[in-house]
């Protein structure tokens, strides 16, 4: 999933102005196993020419959901920003 990146942002909290659908709070936070993380987002930093990656331990509901990362990220985003969230894929052979 990507989308951009609204106003408000903090190195530890995006703001995202585009999902897919509405997501639950924390959805992102937990991938049902076992690990304290949940999925990892990679954020696009187009102004400061940056690409960092971080967990994702938290998020609010909606269709327009606030995510807050595990470590701060080195520049903060801006409204010009992208990011994805890496959901990984499944094969069946």
Do not use: H
Not at 11 to 26: C, D, E, P, R, S
Not at 39 to 66: D, L, S
Not at 72 to 77: A, D, G, Q, V
């Amino acid at each position: 999933m990507e989308g951009a990146i609204g106003a408000g942002c903090t190195a530890t909290k995006l703001v995202t102005t585009t999902v897919m659908a509405a997501v639950g709070i924390n959805m992102f936070a937990n991938r049902g196993g076992s690990g304290d993380y949940g999925f990892k987002i990679r954020v696009i930093g187009k102004t400061a020419g940056k690409v960092e990656e971080r967990y994702i331990v938290g998020n609010t509901g909606g269709t327009t959901p606030t995510v807050w990362l595990d470590k701060p990220l080195t520049f903060i985003p801006t409204a010009t920003d992208t990011y994805e969230i890496l959901g990984g894929q499944v094969f069946m052979l």
